[in-house]
């Protein structure tokens, strides 16, 4: 038994919470993007949408990172007891009502940041193709994983939206699912098997997978870089799901590079503060730039990552301390070798 | 109070501390030296790993043995002559310490975050006693009317200028930031205060139920002079302390504080009941230069609940080492204040259970990153971001339900 002192009426979280909660259930992603826009990266492609082993899935993630920044941005700037968010917030009804976009609320995005983020998935995907693996991807009709439901403690909403997920991937009769993002990888593997009965595929990521497709057969190449590069794990990914060699060793076999350690590195690594971002902004940011600073120190001229939430974050974080580190997703930094 | 306000106000201090320079600079050299020092104190003990995955076990059966384990420490403490009580919630725990104090007694106590948890201090003094914290960070923070900021090192944001300002004003004479002399004037002052103290207060890291040996890890010797001195001695104790053997608890010890970052510490201190005497004719006498008494307080306080949860009660193996604070990405910016009694991540599980409830808990629930960096560094390897998790879940059923 744990005590509270207040009533359960007052227990509600703060609205930004709502905001993403409310567009997960409605819209079946945090952002309220249209699944035309999240899958429009595969449009030249011609992915099959059917199947029977490897499901290619986005869960929409890379594609929404400048959303996600750019509504952090606008709560950052606004006391979030005051009138002029709950109007803010409270556009979310107007929007229901009159049918507005939800893309417009998010203007403010740059285009060359929504092409750059949504270009990802579509050289993940380019790259497994090189690679010769055939995979299927659900295009407009994939859905989010859930993870920030489970973040947030949202699991009754969860266990709906998982249920929905799992009905789609079970109906292509996929074996495997390859996520790019270790988010949707932990919800996927970790959580869904304590919520829903039949999920029996076998979850991957994107790097588990590149390690194994290459051989001594398929290899990539690498152009256009040498230097030195530093890897920055991601928690989900060096402690949930136990994989931090795997991309040393790829990176590894490429010539030109001089790989670089930072001091806190594999199941040591130092969180890119992203997981507190929307309730905590300002903390997020600096956490941010501490682990950038960190980066630095190891003399790098790049840093690879392989998430999308540190991305962001350490993409921000780079902004904010002047620092003139590069940054690349592993992903990116593959694709190098095959545009 | 609702939770969105708990939020906001739980981020206006968050984002102060977090502009703070002071703890800036104190917490990167702090969490800078301590991965060192931990570094160098294990690689000269190796064996202190397997130590650790021993006590592990050790805690397990001693919180699934908790009630029975008291029950048999409380017996040994008594036959060594000493007086024991239970105190089931905090105001238990202030009352029957109020009523062996009383009134108008000079109290030195030594550093406890069970008596941080209880705020036994202030309510000492409202009670018309004078006390002295006498761990030199807790005295800083005793004069600047502040909580410790770090379970082992509470005052690690005040840097020496911050303490010559206040130690200028309190002993009325210009104290320089040196922190040999501000620590000489510390000294001099707390001696007197020793020496005419009624009570000495303390905590205890480990109690073995065999022999009702409590251990108190220490380096200034503060606390040894503290449960010496004073005719009598007050203990506070949590229940989930308590531990089967000497044997046993000198393992807990020895992983504390070497995951403290301590090779050894300055002063193990072993205290098993009352000083005495038989020296004249075997005739048993007590008092001999230590203190004629000593109480002890078990105390409950919500550690039964967590004990009394799967999940949680692995809450309770916390040796209180403070390594996982120096490797909490958000600790690193903002220090205790990502805290509320307890803090870091391990914090806001037991600010849930025993110092503050759900509510007071639930802005530092969603601040933890559930990166699991804490987890590397525990010791005894408690899984946070798992725990965590479920209050998060725990904390949406309670406001969401209707």
């Given at each position: 038994?744990?005590?509270?002192?207040?009533?359960?009426?007052?227990?509600?979280?703060?609205?930004?919470?709502?905001?993403?909660?409310?567009?997960?259930?409605?819209?079946?992603?945090?952002?309220?993007?249209?699944?035309?826009?999240?899958?429009?990266?595969a449009r030249e492609l011609n992915l099959p949408l059917q199947g029977e082993d490897y499901l290619f899935y986005t869960g929409g993630e890379y594609q929404l990172i400048p959303y996600i920044d750019s509504l952090v941005q606008a709560m950052t700037m606004m006391d979030q007891g005051s009138k002029v968010f709950s109007l803010m917030m409270g556009m979310r009804n107007l929007i229901d009502k009159t049918g507005?976009?939800?893309?417009?609320?998010?203007?403010?995005?740059?285009?060359?940041?929504?092409?750059?983020?949504?270009?990802?998935?579509?050289?993940?995907?380019?790259?497994?193709?090189?690679?010769?693996?055939?995979?299927?991807?659900?295009?407009?009709?994939?859905?989010?994983?859930?993870?920030?439901?489970?973040?947030?403690?949202?699991?009754?909403?969860?266990?709906?939206?998982?249920?929905?997920?799992?009905?789609?991937?079970?109906?292509?009769?996929?074996?495997?699912?390859?996520?790019?993002?270790?988010?949707?990888?932990?919800?996927?593997?970790?959580?869904?098997?304590?919520?829903?009965?039949?999920?029996?595929?076998?979850?991957?990521?994107?790097?588990?997978?590149?390690?194994?497709?290459?051989?001594?057969?398929?290899?990539?190449?690498?152009?256009?870089?040498?230097?030195?590069?530093?890897?920055?794990?991601?928690?989900?990914?060096?402690?949930?799901?136990?994989?931090?060699?795997?991309?040393?060793?790829?990176?590894?076999?490429?010539?030109?590079?001089?790989?670089?350690?930072?001091?806190?590195?594999?199941?040591?690594?130092?969180?890119?503060?992203?997981?507190?971002?929307?309730?905590?902004?300002?903390?997020?940011?600096?956490?941010?730039?501490?682990?950038?600073?960190?980066?630095?120190?190891?003399?790098?001229?790049?840093?690879?990552?392989?998430?999308?939430?540190?991305?962001?974050?350490?993409?921000?974080?780079?902004?904010?301390?002047?620092?003139?580190?590069?940054?690349?997703?592993?992903?990116?930094?593959?694709?190098?070798g095959i545009a | 109070m609702s939770l969105e306000k708990k939020f906001q106000k739980y981020t206006a201090e968050l984002n102060k501390a977090a502009n703070d320079k002071n703890i800036e600079v104190a917490l990167s050299r702090a969490v800078k030296s301590y991965r060192s020092n931990t570094k160098a104190a294990l690689e000269r003990h190796p064996h202190t790993v397997q130590m650790a995955e021993e006590v592990?076990?050790?805690?397990?059966?001693?919180?699934?043995?908790?009630?029975?384990?008291?029950?048999?420490?409380?017996?040994?403490?008594?036959?060594?002559?000493?007086?024991?009580?239970?105190?089931?919630?905090?105001?238990?725990?202030?009352?029957?310490?109020?009523?062996?104090?009383?009134?108008?007694?000079?109290?030195?106590?030594?550093?406890?975050?069970?008596?941080?948890?209880?705020?036994?201090?202030?309510?000492?003094?409202?009670?018309?006693?004078?006390?002295?914290?006498?761990?030199?960070?807790?005295?800083?923070?005793?004069?600047?009317?502040?909580?410790?900021?770090?379970?082992?090192?509470?005052?690690?944001?005040?840097?020496?200028?911050?303490?010559?300002?206040?130690?200028?004003?309190?002993?009325?004479?210009?104290?320089?930031?040196?922190?040999?002399?501000?620590?000489?004037?510390?000294?001099?002052?707390?001696?007197?205060?020793?020496?005419?103290?009624?009570?000495?207060?303390?905590?205890?890291?480990?109690?073995?139920?065999?022999?009702?040996?409590?251990?108190?890890?220490?380096?200034?010797?503060?606390?040894?002079?503290?449960?010496?001195?004073?005719?009598?001695?007050?203990?506070?104790?949590?229940?989930?302390?308590?531990?089967?053997?000497?044997?046993?608890?000198?393992?807990?010890?020895?992983?504390?504080?070497?995951?403290?970052?301590?090779?050894?510490?300055?002063?193990?201190?072993?205290?098993?009941?009352?000083?005495?005497?038989?020296?004249?004719?075997?005739?048993?006498?007590?008092?001999?230069?230590?203190?004629?008494?000593?109480?002890?307080?078990?105390?409950?306080?919500?550690?039964?609940?967590?004990?009394?949860?799967?999940?949680?009660?692995?809450?309770?193996?916390?040796?209180?080492?403070?390594?996982?604070?120096?490797?909490?990405?958000?600790?690193?910016?903002?220090?205790?204040?990502?805290?509320?009694?307890?803090?870091?991540?391990?914090?806001?599980?037991?600010?849930?259970?025993?110092?503050?409830?759900?509510?007071?808990?639930?802005?530092?629930?969603?601040?933890?990153?559930?990166?699991?960096?804490?987890?590397?560094?525990?010791?005894?390897?408690?899984?946070?971001?798992?725990?965590?998790?479920?209050?998060?879940?725990?904390?949406?059923?309670?406001?969401?339900?209707?």
């Amino acid at each position: 038994m744990i005590n509270h002192n207040i009533s359960p009426k007052d227990f509600m979280l703060p609205q930004s919470v709502e905001v993403i909660r409310g567009n997960i259930n409605k819209y079946g992603n945090p952002l309220a993007l249209k699944g035309s826009e999240i899958a429009s990266w595969a449009r030249e492609l011609n992915l099959p949408l059917q199947g029977e082993d490897y499901l290619f899935y986005t869960g929409g993630e890379y594609q929404l990172i400048p959303y996600i920044d750019s509504l952090v941005q606008a709560m950052t700037m606004m006391d979030q007891g005051s009138k002029v968010f709950s109007l803010m917030m409270g556009m979310r009804n107007l929007i229901d009502k009159t049918g507005i976009s939800a893309e417009k609320l998010y203007a403010s995005v740059l285009a060359r940041d929504r092409e750059r983020y949504n270009k990802i998935s579509y050289k993940a995907a380019s790259i497994l193709k090189e690679l010769g693996l055939n995979f299927y991807y659900l295009g407009e009709r994939e859905l989010y994983s859930g993870a920030l439901l489970y973040e947030l403690g949202f699991w009754d909403d969860l266990k709906i939206h998982a249920q929905k997920v799992v009905s789609l991937i079970n109906e292509t009769g996929a074996k495997t699912i390859i996520c790019l993002s270790p988010h949707s990888a932990e919800v996927f593997k970790l959580v869904y098997p304590k919520l829903i009965d039949d999920f029996n595929v076998e979850v991957r990521t994107f790097v588990d997978m590149v390690s194994e497709l290459l051989t001594a057969e398929k290899k990539l190449n690498l152009s256009g870089f040498s230097g030195k590069v530093v890897i920055h794990d991601s928690c989900r990914m060096a402690r949930e799901l136990g994989i931090t060699e795997e991309i040393r060793s790829i990176l590894s076999k490429f010539e030109g590079i001089t790989m670089v350690e930072a001091e806190q590195n594999g199941k040591w690594t130092t969180c890119c503060g992203g997981p507190c971002k929307i309730l905590f902004p300002d903390i997020s940011g600096r956490i941010a730039s501490y682990r950038v600073k960190e980066l630095e120190e190891t003399g790098a001229e790049l840093i690879i990552t392989f998430c999308p939430y540190c991305m962001a974050a350490l993409d921000k974080g780079i902004d904010s301390k002047k620092s003139t580190l590069q940054l690349e997703d592993f992903i990116e930094f593959l694709y190098r070798g095959i545009a | 109070m609702s939770l969105e306000k708990k939020f906001q106000k739980y981020t206006a201090e968050l984002n102060k501390a977090a502009n703070d320079k002071n703890i800036e600079v104190a917490l990167s050299r702090a969490v800078k030296s301590y991965r060192s020092n931990t570094k160098a104190a294990l690689e000269r003990h190796p064996h202190t790993v397997q130590m650790a995955e021993e006590v592990i076990e050790l805690k397990k059966e001693s919180i699934k043995r908790m009630k029975e384990l008291v029950d048999q420490a409380r017996e040994s403490i008594e036959l060594n002559k000493g007086k024991t009580y239970f105190a089931k919630t905090r105001e238990d725990a202030l009352q029957l310490t109020s009523d062996i104090i009383g009134t108008k007694k000079i109290v030195v106590k030594g550093k406890s975050i069970l008596a941080e948890e209880l705020e036994v201090r202030e309510y000492l003094i409202e009670k018309g006693n004078e006390v002295w914290e006498t761990d030199l960070g807790e005295f800083i923070l005793q004069l600047r009317n502040e909580r410790p900021m770090h379970i082992v090192s509470p005052s690690i944001h005040v840097p020496r200028e911050q303490v010559a300002e206040v130690f200028t004003e309190f002993f009325g004479r210009p104290i320089e930031p040196d922190i040999a002399k501000e620590v000489a004037a510390v000294k001099e002052f707390l001696r007197d205060k020793y020496f005419n103290a009624d009570i000495g207060m303390s905590g205890s890291n480990v109690v073995a139920a065999d022999t009702g040996a409590m251990v108190i890890i220490e380096n200034e010797g503060n606390a040894r002079i503290c449960t010496a001195v004073p005719p009598v001695h007050v203990v506070l104790v949590g229940i989930e302390k308590v531990v089967p053997t000497f044997q046993d608890a000198m393992k807990v010890s020895e992983v504390t504080w070497r995951y403290a970052n301590y090779t050894v510490p300055g002063y193990v201190n072993i205290i098993s009941g009352p000083s005495k005497t038989g020296d004249i004719e075997k005739v048993t006498t007590y008092g001999a230069h230590g203190p004629a008494e000593i109480h002890v307080i078990f105390v409950d306080n919500g550690r039964s609940n967590m004990a009394g949860e799967d999940l949680f009660k692995q809450g309770l193996h916390c040796l209180r080492c403070g390594g996982c604070m120096y490797e909490c990405p958000v600790f690193q910016q903002v220090a205790g204040h990502f805290g509320f009694r307890y803090l870091g991540g391990i914090g806001a599980i037991w600010t849930a259970f025993v110092a503050g409830g759900l509510d007071n808990a639930a802005p530092l629930i969603y601040n933890c990153l559930r990166c699991g960096r804490c987890v590397e560094r525990c010791p005894v390897k408690i899984d946070v971001p798992s725990m965590i998790t479920e209050l998060r879940k725990r904390i949406v059923a309670l406001g969401y339900s209707g």
